[in-house]
Structures are given as C-alpha cells and as structure tokens.
C-alpha cells in the first residue's frame, strides 16, 4: 500500500551532461503528472510522462528536471556578419570624420552586442541517443527513491488503519453483547411506566406486541454482520500490492453508514456511546485514506 505524497530525487553525468530530476506529490482525486523541464528538452515531456505512469497511478505528480551542458555539440556559436560589417562602416565613419588614429580591432568588433551569439542547449541529432539514456537514468533514480518513500508511509498507514480496525471491531463486539438485552430493557421502562399510572392498569399481552414491534424496529443483527464482513474485507484489501485508495474510501462510507444505522435503530444509550467511539475511529481511518494511493 502506498501513499499519495512523497519525494525523490535522481541525478546523472554522462557525455559532459548533468540531469537533476526532482519528484513531489500529494493528494489528488486522480493521476495528474505535471513535467517542468527546459524548453530545449520538451521532446522528452511524453517518454518522462509514461516512466512516471508505470509505478504511479494516483495523486498530484510534479516533476522536475533541470540540465545543464557541457559538451559542443550542444553549443552553438554564430557571426551575425550584417550586423559586424554594419558596426565597422560607423566606426570608419567616425574615424574620418573626427580623425581617430586607433585602429579598428577584432577585439572591440566582437564586444559589440549581437555580433557574436552564443546559444547553449541546442541538442544536435547525434547527442539523442546519449541524452536520452543519462535522462532515463535519472528519471528512474528519482522515481525509485520517490515510490520507495510512498511505501514507507504506506506501510506506515496501513500499520494505523489496523490498530484502530481492532478498536473498532472491539466496539461493534460490545454493540453485538449489548443487542440482545436492549428488547427486554424496553419492556421494563414501558411496565415501570404504566406501572407509574395509577388509573392505568398494564396489559401484559400488549405490552408483550410493544415490545416485539419495537424488537422488529431495533434489530441491528444485519448491521453488525455486515460491519464485521467490512472489518475483515479492509483488513484484507491493505495487504494488495495495487492502489487501493479508492476502494478503502467506498468501504469507509459504507461501515460508517452501517455503524450510523447501529445507533439510530438501537435507541439505547449504551449502544449510542459505543457508536460515537467508533465512529471517531472511523474518521481518523477516513482521514488517513484520502492520502493512500
């Protein structure tokens, strides 16, 4: 079991070239990779994208990469010639003109904005395949130590999910001693009652139907059966090596909806406390789902 958030960082220098690939992420409904890489090394957007895609398949992903060159072939100068010879022609001029003595230099030509460029970065054919495997090594290096982190809070997760199963299993435990009582605790309050009217004689026989329709009304035995089922199912699906987080959310809802149901149907206090012990349980358990993967 993974979780959502976590962090990796990967780095390779092969062929005077340097990757640095960070990972984060955290919580998200769905799988949403977002690549933030120099504009030269946009090609690779997609290949990053399904690196990312085989071992991460839920949250809010952002990588990045940075890059930096050290090797001609991607490095390019140029002589912008027009703009050279457009610089020399002013400079004669004012050197007729005013009778400068100073020679005009190659020096002071090429300190001459724009005459000279130089663009770092420009990846030539050749450099693909050399490019494409340092960045791949780095690519994986970040992702491994990244899902290695997602496993260790995972694990971490899952370890607290199962602790409060035990409570919670121990609650619905006490519901289930307490159940079968709550019919007869009735039907002393419902004689002590009418017993408390003195113009009012009990009817044996129909506080007996009382009782048996409010029995009908209170009977929580499918509940409880159904919530033990959901404890066991979740102790179960924590242990699968897929994303789970979507499965845990549906089965919280339905255990909190079962334990709900527990409460309202009982109409006991005894009862009803244990429900709200329980359910706090369950929202810590419901908290802690949101960042499983």
Do not use: W
Request: aromatic share 6%; net charge negative; charged share 30%.
């Amino acid at each position: 079991m993974h979780s959502m958030t976590g962090y990796g960082r990967g780095e390779c220098a092969m062929y005077n070239r340097k990757f640095v690939v960070e990972i984060k992420a955290v919580n998200h409904r769905y799988n949403d990779v977002t690549v933030k890489l120099p504009r030269v090394m946009m090609p690779y957007e997609d290949k990053i994208k399904k690196i990312i895609g085989a071992k991460v398949f839920r949250g809010k992903t952002d990588v990045f990469v940075s890059f930096e060159t050290y090797s001609k072939d991607d490095v390019s100068i140029s002589v912008n010639e027009n703009v050279a010879e457009s610089y020399i022609a002013a400079l004669s001029v004012l050197k007729e003109k005013y009778g400068f003595k100073d020679d005009i230099s190659l020096d002071l030509v090429a300190k001459f904005p724009d005459v000279i460029s130089v663009e770092k970065g420009l990846l030539s054919e050749n450099a693909d395949n050399e490019i494409d495997e340092c960045l791949t090594n780095a690519v994986n290096e970040a992702l491994d130590n990244f899902v290695a982190m997602r496993e260790r809070e995972g694990s971490a997760l899952k370890a607290s999910i199962l602790e409060k199963l035990v409570v919670i299993k121990a609650a619905v435990d006490k519901i289930n001693e307490r159940a079968p009582f709550v019919a007869e605790d009735y039907k002393t309050r419902l004689t002590e009652k009418l017993n408390e009217l003195e113009e009012i004689k009990a009817d044996e026989s129909r506080i007996l139907t009382e009782v048996l329709i409010f029995s009908d009304k209170a009977c929580i035995d499918e509940e409880i059966t159904r919530m033990y089922s959901h404890i066991e199912q979740m102790k179960s699906i924590v242990e699968e090596t897929a994303p789970v987080g979507r499965k845990l959310d549906f089965l919280v809802q339905e255990m909190n909806r079962e334990i709900n149901t527990m409460g309202s149907k009982s109409n006991d206090l005894l009862i009803t406390n244990i429900v709200v012990d329980a359910k706090s349980e369950l929202e810590k358990i419901r908290e802690q789902i949101q960042n499983i993967e």
